[in-house]
T-cell receptor, first 113, second 114 residues
């Protein structure tokens, strides 16, 4: 069915360590994936995206990995900082619907001092 | 600054009293959309618009109306609000078709219907 799931609802990481947020998607034909960050009191903010013809994409301190074999998406944040505390959503574009994005439920990232 | 602006940020109203939440974007985006965010349910699409005078239902359109008379504005109308419409609402716009490029979100409108 149409669903984008997350492995962990809450993730606690020591400041300075790397964070890995995981996401499982259900539609093997989805061809576009996005990670959003939502800080308290704000709307979701685009972090990074990846298309299905790629396995990896890097941004500033963030990397998205796409494993199409097991329908798995991950967001890696290097050297996690207090400002990274937020809820992170993965989202997918299902096939044949270029006007639709399906959001996952979100993972809360908590930074330990 | 490129942004999506929603108003108001907070709104408390009573059942049945019509209200409008405004949304405006300054990026000349053709695609705009409304979402509601509820605990445990995530972001769910209410209505979207691919261009001026073109609107379509999303996943949870019941009890809502929208209009798209100008490219920059996409107001959300609740003709007769009910308590189950208490939620956090987000407007978003996109340079693409909505599913092939990032969405830009407003900062949300928290609505309480008593």
């Amino acid at each position: 069915g149409e669903s984008v799931g997350l492995h962990l609802p809450t993730l606690s990481v020591q400041e300075g360590d790397n964070s890995i947020i995981n996401c499982a998607y259900s539609n093997s034909a989805s061809d576009y994936f996005i990670w959003y960050k939502q800080e308290s009191g704000k709307g979701p903010q685009f972090i990074i995206d990846i298309r299905s013809n790629m396995d990896k994409r890097q941004g500033q301190r963030v990397t998205v990995l796409l494993n199409k074999t097991v329908k798995h998406l991950s967001l890696q944040i290097a050297a996690t900082q207090p400002g990274d505390s937020a809820v992170y959503f993965c989202a997918e574009n299902p096939p044949e619907r270029d006007d639709k994005i399906i959001f996952g439920k979100g993972t809360r990232l908590h930074i330990l001092p | 600054e490129a942004q999506v602006t929603q108003n108001p940020r907070y709104l408390i109203t009573v059942t049945g009293k019509k209200l409008t939440v405004t949304c405006s974007q300054n990026m000349n985006h053709e695609y705009m959309s409304w979402y509601r965010q509820d605990p445990g349910l995530g972001l769910r699409q209410i209505y979207y618009s691919m261009n001026v005078e073109v609107t379509d239902k999303g996943d949870v359109p019941e009890g809502y109306k929208v209009s798209r008379k100008e490219k920059r504005n996409f107001p959300l109308i609740l003709e007769s609000p009910s308590p189950n419409q208490t939620s956090l609402y987000f407007c978003a716009s996109s340079a693409g078709t909505g599913g092939n490029s990032p969405l830009h979100f407003g900062n949300g409108t928290r609505l309480t219907v008593t």
